[in-house]
């Protein structure tokens, strides 16, 4: 079960980091860094419920731990990549698209929905938070799958910086190391984390949070993820061989 009263302190200080991003949006016009607050948004929330839940038992600790490790490093990530670039395309594109009004709906459109959808993807590590008692097998599996999705997205950003960083990475498809296996090591591995702190709402006895990580896969899989970064990548040379040969998600040995 949730702790109503820690869940809603979270959603309320959510919404207050998202309110005050969204204000320096309008004085930076970009929109965009809403996506570096993505990750630490959900170690905010895990954070928050814990304080207002009151003691924190084992699990509350090893959930908003593993929340915040995986949030952290995707957040510096981001900002390591994004960090005096211009607006992402996506936004610019939106930006225009809406026109005068874009200041307001901004609001709503990018920063509430994309708390809100933290909010929902979040419930297991609430869950895990409201729950009292030992650990156990089921903690320790869940704690295991979300080093692996960690380790596993860390590596292929890895591999990708240090690709692109060299001359031969210059404007050429990165399909070496785990690109070779899957085209999004990434989103992947953001797949394998929600999957694991899933286990962890199990573990609390609330397995309906599992709509968390499932909202998560659908959002990289079909919506955000995957299908804009396979549009923009359409088209580049080489790119059709490399789909040809390359899982689109789940990693697996290259065809021939």
Known sequence: MLDLHASALAAIALLGCLTTLWLLSLALRD????????????????WVS???HGPAG?????????????????????FWRNHRRPEDPRYTAMRRRHGESWWW???????VLQGALAWVVSLPVQAAVASAGPLGLLDAAAAAVVLFGVGFESLGD???ARFKASPEGKGALMTRGLWSWTRHPNYFGDFTTWWGLGLL?????????????????FLLMRVSGVPLLEKAMRGRPGYDDYVARTSAFFPRPPRR
């Open 31 to 46: 929109s965009s860094i809403v996506d570096i607050f993505w990750g630490p948004a959900f170690g905010l929330i895990a």
């Open 50 to 52: 814990v304080a207002a």
């Open 58 to 78: 084992p699990r509350a600790l090893l959930a908003a731990g593993l929340t915040t490790l995986w949030g952290l490093r995707l957040g510096a990530y981001l």
């Open 105 to 111: 709906k901004s609001y709503l459109i990018v920063f």
């Open 158 to 160: 890895l591999q990708l």
């Open 201 to 217: 709402g199990v573990a609390a006895g609330a397995p309906w949070t599992l709509l968390g990580p499932a909202v998560m896969a």
